[in-house]
């Protein structure tokens, strides 16, 4: 199933922020869909709606530190909101941020984002279900314990795969993922816990690496947390990226096989992404593909259950890059 939620816009620019992510990004995916003449037909099958089990302080609370959570249901919920989305800079002028352009409060943005948590977790268990699942959302994989970062104010995916194991639908997942930007806040929160494994494929410099790996006080820069596989990509190794994140997937294989694989989608690994962050890898549209070729067919090839978020992926044409995968998981799963 594909999961499109028609009233989920990116939640920036209705705040006023502005993080270059088209606003209609998924309904520009389904468009698309929508006029190629093999997937069309199959859309009413495979394209289904919201039914979201709601997502609070206690959802939130399975993963987030008990202060961080209350700072999210208190008076300083603006304060949070404005470091995570860094809203303003080191003088304290706004950054990226326009509130004359906000057409909703900056409070809203909250409960905008845990919508998304619901979709991710609706995903998961649409995928537990029928073995495979595709959420035109999520990806928050930035958020850590006790704080959010770059753009992410939770973690969607550990929040929705707590709530599966707590429901006792999941034992154990893999996260796999392929944005450009390192999964830390998800390395950080599942660190040491064989019940969620690991993999993330990324840009070995720039943000959030771009600090140092160890703080003044000698402990170890979060960012820096490692996942249970790590494969950084340096610049210009663009041409190696897909025989290493093959190397990674064998080596994620010799862990025991999981429930669920959850899979960061992000394609802002592009070489026309537009966010200036991203700019250390630049993989072709080609190179994409085969990415997502890869991961997928490592996954049926287990038979393994597995949801997808669209994660990061910046401009005007991003959407463009999730199609082909889409495409080929409607035509696999009708033959099915
Ligand atoms: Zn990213």
């Given at each position: ?160 795969l ?16 392929v ?17 969620i ?19 003044p006080?000698?402990?170890?820069n ?33 862990y ?17 992404d ?46 463009q ?16």
């Amino acid at each position: 199933m594909i999961l499109y939620d028609a009233n989920l816009r990116p939640p920036f620019r209705d705040f006023g922020i502005l993080i270059p992510i088209a606003a209609d990004k998924q309904k520009r995916v389904v468009d698309a869909l929508r006029a190629d003449s093999q997937a069309a037909p199959l859309l009413d099958r495979f394209l289904t709606v919201p039914d979201y089990a709601p997502v609070g302080s206690q959802e939130v609370g399975l993963v987030h530190s008990p202060v961080y959570t209350s700072m999210l249901y208190s008076d300083r919920l603006e304060e949070t909101l404005m470091e995570t989305f860094e809203l303003t800079d080191e003088e304290g002028n706004y950054h990226r941020y326009d509130p004359s352009l906000a057409v909703r409060p900056l409070s809203d943005l909250r409960d905008a984002v845990l919508r998304y948590v619901a979709g991710v977790h609706q995903i998961c268990r649409i995928a537990l279900q029928s073995g495979h699942g595709f959420f035109l959302g999520g990806g928050t994989h930035h958020a850590r314990f006790d704080t959010g970062s770059g753009f992410c104010l939770v973690n969607d995916a550990v929040i929705a795969l707590r709530m599966l194991q707590r429901d006792g639908a999941l034992k154990s997942a893999w996260i796999i993922d392929v944005d450009c930007h390192k999964g830390d806040g998800t390395a950080c929160l599942t660190e040491g816990d064989e019940t969620i494994r690991t993999l993330s494929i990324h840009m070995a410099r720039g943000w959030p690496l771009d600090g140092p790996p160890y703080l003044p006080d000698g402990s170890l820069n979060p960012p820096y947390t490692p996942s249970d596989i790590d494969i950084p990509i340096e610049e210009h190794q663009a041409s190696q990226y897909n025989r290493r994140l093959r190397e990674g997937l064998d080596q994620l294989a010799s862990y025991p096989t999981p429930d669920l694989a959850l899979v960061l989608s992000g394609v802002d690994p592009w070489e026309h992404d537009e966010l200036p962050s991203t700019s250390v890898l630049k993989l072709t549209a080609e190179q994409l593909f085969e990415r997502d070729n890869l991961v997928y067919d490592f996954l049926k090839q287990r038979g393994l259950a597995h949801a997808y978020l669209t994660a990061g992926g910046y401009g005007a044409r991003a959407w463009q890059l999730y199609i082909p995968l889409l495409r080929r998981m409607l035509l696999d799963w009708a033959a099915e």
